[in-house]
């Protein structure tokens, strides 16, 4: 079966960075064949897309909210995806999720068919 593994999280002040991964494995066509994306959940709140690439990893989309401190990218031969996030925020605090889809454009919760447990990422201030 399907199986996103995350990890990277941890606790981290304001400014700092951390990096997260996510290893896919059990999928049917080839890593590369599919758009990767990074969504959140903070507590009491709704998951929220963070960021997205397209299969090829040519094409890159971002929250707003994390748009020029956070970077994703994609490695097809380690059927692997991370988000570096840099500058981190308290607000940024929330359980971080890697999901699958087909659509690197597609920013809601639906449009993803596979989904990690999540790393939670915590930031002091």
């Known amino acids: 079966q399907v199986q996103l593994v995350e990890s990277g999280g941890g606790l981290v002040q304001a400014g700092g960075s951390l990096r997260l991964s996510c290893a896919a494995s059990g999928l049917a066509l080839p890593f590369g064949s599919y758009v990767m994306a990074w969504f959140r959940q903070a507590p009491g709140k709704d998951r929220e897309f963070v960021s997205s690439?397209?299969?090829?990893?040519?094409?890159?989309y971002y929250a707003d909210s994390v748009k020029g401190r956070f970077t994703i990218s994609k490695d097809n031969a380690k059927n692997t995806v991370y988000l570096q996030m840099n500058s981190l925020k308290p607000e940024d605090t929330a359980i971080y999720y890697c999901a699958v889809g087909s659509d690197a454009t597609a920013t809601r919760v639906s449009k993803y068919y596979y989904w990690g447990q999540g790393t939670q990422v915590t930031v002091s201030s």
């Open positions: 690439i397209s299969w090829g990893g040519g094409s890159t």
